[in-house]
């Protein structure tokens, strides 16, 4: 059963394929505000994934999230995530990312719960 309280984490390395210079949202060899967003997204839909129900997902729908420090190449990023509201298939999560040395990114999280099926038959109508 999905409730407040859950939490997630995540951790990836900062390598030349998650660099800003690789992503193209910037010219240096950093940790990509991309790759948090996508971090951010990754921990929190993994969160709570196992308990949803069969046929559902999350999707994202809204970040407010600041991108505060530098991660070069080299270190690595952990993400973590709390599930702080759920407004019936709406679920809040407080985001924080860091570092060895400290905290480079926070903020919130908006997912949706979806049923898979109606969710991809939606997507797909708009080919026709």
């Known amino acids: 059963m999905l409730s407040t309280g859950v939490k997630g984490t995540r951790t990836v390395s900062v390598t030349d394929q998650n660099t800003a210079a690789a992503l193209g949202s910037g010219t240096l060899a950093v940790f990509a505000t991309p790759a948090m967003i996508a971090l951010i997204e990754a921990t929190a839909s ?3 994934a196992p308990l949803l129900d069969e046929g559902s997902s999350t999707v994202g729908t ?10 070069p190449v080299g270190m690595d990023v952990t993400c973590e995530t709390e599930l702080v509201e759920i407004d019936r298939r709406r679920l ?23 049923d898979n ?7 797909q109508a708009k080919l026709e």
Do not use: I, N, P, Q
């Open 62 to 71: 809204h970040l407010d999230v600041a991108h505060s420090a530098a991660t």
């Open 46 to 48: 993994g969160s709570v």
């Open 117 to 123: 099926a109606k969710f991809m038959s939606k997507a």
């Open 92 to 114: 809040v999560f407080k985001v924080v990312v860091k570092d060895a040395k400290g905290e480079v990114g926070s903020g919130t999280h908006e997912r949706f719960v979806v």
